[in-house]
């Protein structure tokens, strides 16, 4: 999957995306403080969501993607219906930012797939095919609800390898999860395929797949040549389950030179531990994965921005990349053609090309960036007039 394109609003929030466009390997989103970047990246993990069945209220989308040599383009519109104390509360528990709202009912949804009209829907009545469907659930999308339809699960299989990566994934809480065993798959693709904790994929990688599991080490070596090992714990918790599975707890620990014992995760730095969490995730992802990742520097030293941005930049990656950064370092590091340039006019969010206003050039990119009024005026810049 490659998405190509999005336009999303809010209607509670007032916030409004249009046209935001994306490359098929790695997009820069820049700009100044304030001007939607994450709103953005929010936006796509919000598409996800009512992808695999969730409800915003309030939510409006458009996104353009494709999957192999197929195009699709998915719209639809949720109602705003007030939200009381309770309805906000179990919204701050949701997996969208924008709180979901199980009582919003889908108003419109439309599905393209190279250029023929696949579904149509009018509140509860679906078309799908040119045939009405029987009475579906108002308040989830058709993606989730015809998913085991032969045109759709491509679709909602793809959202699922849409991933967030996020500083959470490095606490000890997110990462327990019901533990797995060898027979669970019989491939490293199918390994890559699960939808399991990273660190939980690694442990198992570790375990069935020496080598793979020696190309992350290798890799994280380069970056950090003072570590002699790296080793994935699995620790049984003793919780009750409901389903009564047992409970398992994935963390790692490094070895380094000189040092007789074992560093755990918790004391490691905040950007060893990042960078060892996105290189598994660079191999141990399905081919089609999305990488989202807020603020790409957060943690990083010089030499993991190198590194890290050489494996984002590899044309063999089948993966497609967006990332948003303020740190000059990245910004000069990689093209402005890869780059969109973020501007916010009032409650109107926007992205343009860089060559709109830059050369060719990439010498010193950042300073002409910081240097153009769509940038200095931010949140405040209506190009267009």
Same mark, same amino acid.
């Given at each position: 999957m490659k998405i190509k394109s999005i336009n999303a609003s809010y209607s509670s929030r007032k916030v409004n995306i249009q046209d935001v466009e994306?490359?098929?390997?790695?997009?820069?989103?820049?700009?100044?403080?304030?001007?939607g970047k994450t709103q953005i990246l929010d936006a796509i993990c919000d598409i996800k969501t009512v992808a695999l069945g969730e409800s915003i209220n309030g939510f409006s989308w458009q996104i353009e993607f494709s999957i192999d040599e197929h195009d699709y383009l998915w719209s639809g519109e949720f109602n705003g219906v007030e939200e009381d104390a309770l309805a906000r509360v179990q919204g701050l528990f949701s997996k969208s930012k924008s709180r979901s709202n199980s009582n919003a009912r889908i108003k419109t949804e439309q599905l393209y797939i190279d250029s023929d009209l696949i579904i149509h829907r009018e509140e509860e009545q679906i078309i799908f095919k040119g045939s009405p469907t029987l009475k579906l659930a108002p308040n989830e999308s058709c993606i989730k609800l015809l998913q085991q339809e032969n045109l759709i699960t491509p679709i909602f299989e793809s959202f699922k390898k849409v991933k967030l990566i996020a500083s959470q994934d490095e606490t000890p809480f997110a990462n327990i999860a019901v533990g797995l065993n060898n027979q669970d798959f019989n491939s490293f693709n199918e390994l890559r395929a699960l939808t399991s904790h990273i660190l939980e994929k690694a442990y198992l990688c570790q375990n069935k797949f020496e080598d793979k599991f020696e190309d992350i080490c290798e890799a994280y070596k380069e970056i950090f040549p003072f570590i002699k090992n790296i080793e994935i714990m699995q620790t049984e918790l003793?919780? #009750?389950?409901?389903?009564?599975? +047992?409970?398992?707890?994935y963390m790692y620990r490094i070895l380094e030179d000189g040092v007789e014992d074992w560093i755990y995760q918790e004391q490691i730095s905040s950007g060893m531990k990042k960078?060892?969490?996105?290189? %598994? /995730?660079?191999?141990?992802?399905? #081919?089609?994965?999305?990488?989202?990742?807020? @603020?790409? !520097?957060?943690?990083?030293?010089?030499? %993991?921005?190198?590194?890290?941005? @050489? *494996?984002?930049?590899? #044309?063999?990656?089948? /993966?497609?990349?967006?990332?948003?950064?303020?740190? #000059? &370092?990245?910004?000069?590091?990689?093209?402005?053609?890869? *780059? +969109?340039?973020?501007? $916010?006019?009032?409650?109107?969010?926007?992205? &343009? !090309?860089?060559? $709109?206003?830059?050369d060719e050039s990439n010498h010193e990119s950042f300073i002409k960036l910081i240097n153009l009024p769509i940038y200095k005026l931010g949140a405040s810049t209506n190009i267009d007039n």
């Open positions: 994306f490359n098929k390997g790695l997009t820069l989103l820049v700009g100044a403080s304030g001007v003793n919780i #009750p389950n409901s389903d009564g599975k +047992k409970l398992y707890q960078v060892f969490l996105q290189l %598994c /995730y660079l191999l141990l992802s399905p #081919p089609q994965s999305i990488f989202l990742i807020d @603020e790409f !520097e957060n943690g990083f030293g010089v030499n %993991c921005i190198d590194a890290i941005s @050489e *494996w984002l930049l590899k #044309p063999n990656m089948k /993966y497609q990349f967006i990332i948003t950064s303020h740190h #000059p &370092y990245i910004i000069n590091h990689i093209p402005s053609k890869r *780059w +969109k340039i973020v501007s $916010r006019n009032k409650n109107i969010i926007q992205a &343009y !090309e860089a060559d $709109r206003f830059l």
